[in-house]
């Protein structure tokens, strides 16, 4: 419980798992039915860049401060700029939108969005956030119990965003078996997972568990700034997501070397998208 996301708002993690948010979100639009968006650690809804917190680390100075201004883009990381840009004043960088801000700038009226938060006071400021939103409901609850109480929605058609904090010993690891429950509950869904890069070999019994557990195909999205040779407390990030949309693996394939190319640190890094299924080899 002592894990707040104000100090790393708008970090590389950020600009990665919302992009990619966007672009999942866009490829739900593309049929008219309704669809639901469940959250399971959805925090505050916003955060200020200039709040102590935020200020004590500076993360957002190597992640969305990099691109905030950046006017010859893809039209993606242009729908991603806009949508920062509608939570501040003229072309300044004072607010960083939250997961669920995106969402909702994107939402049709049809359109369902499930938000878990269990810190206590993150829970009553993101209750407040979007209390004149009928079409949004705000839980206190542990977001992996959300997976349980709340798949399959209704609307049949939708998106898991899981981005815990990681403050739990072997928690990664647990999350492929987890992954593999919220599947056989709704099947046709997508699951997004967000996950921190240290170094490759880490994360190797990761990779490997998730082909075991997960007997369908899925992208792994990874954008690294630093080397993974040595482990930093973050070098990179990446998402793997489950039952992708059409198209999704293009779309970021096209965006991925542009975010390289603005946010690495001294040409370090990579980045990669990896189409894998029960049967692929996890490298």
């Given amino acids: 419980m002592n894990y707040r996301h104000t100090y790393h708002a708008g970090n590389i993690g950020d600009v990665l798992k919302h992009i990619v948010l966007i672009a999942l979100i866009q490829s739900l639009k593309r049929k008219e039915t309704p669809f639901c968006y469940l959250e399971t650690h959805a925090g505050i809804g916003s955060y200020d860049l200039l709040a102590d917190t935020t200020q004590k680390s500076r993360e957002f100075e190597n ?13 993606l990381i242009q729908d991603y700029i806009t949508c920062v ?20 700038q994107l939402l049709r009226s049809e359109d369902r969005m499930i938000l878990s938060e269990l810190h206590p006071e ?18 206190h609850q542990d977001g992996y119990q959300s997976l349980k109480a709340y798949l399959p929605p209704k609307e049949r058609r939708g998106l898991v965003l899981i981005d815990p904090a990681y403050e ?12 593999a429950e919220a599947l056989k509950r709704w099947e046709t869904g997508i699951f997004a997972l967000w996950y921190p890069i240290k170094t490759q070999e880490q994360l190797k019994p990761f990779y490997c568990e998730l082909t075991e557990y997960i007997h369908r195909p899925f992208l792994r999205v990874e954008l690294c700034v630093h080397s993974d040779e040595i482990a930093l407390e973050l070098n990179g990030c990446g998402m793997i997501i489950m ?5 999704l693996d293009e779309k970021l394939e096209e965006i991925l070397p542009f975010l390289w190319n603005m946010l690495n640190i001294n040409k370090q890094g990579y980045n990669k998208i990896t189409s894998l299924n029960s049967n692929s080899e996890a490298v």
């Fill in 122 to 139: 993150d829970f009553q400021t993101l209750k407040k956030f979007f209390i004149r939103e009928k079409q949004i409901a705000v839980h």
């Fill in 168 to 179: 739990k010993p072997n928690e990664l690891m647990q999350l492929p078996k987890l992954l």
């Fill in 85 to 104: 840009k509608s939570l501040n004043q003229a072309n300044t960088l004072r607010y960083y939108p939250g997961s669920p801000y995106f969402v909702k």
């Fill in 63 to 75: 992640g969305i401060q990099k691109i905030f201004n950046t006017e010859h883009s893809p039209d």
């Fill in 243 to 247: 039952n992708p949309p059409w198209q």
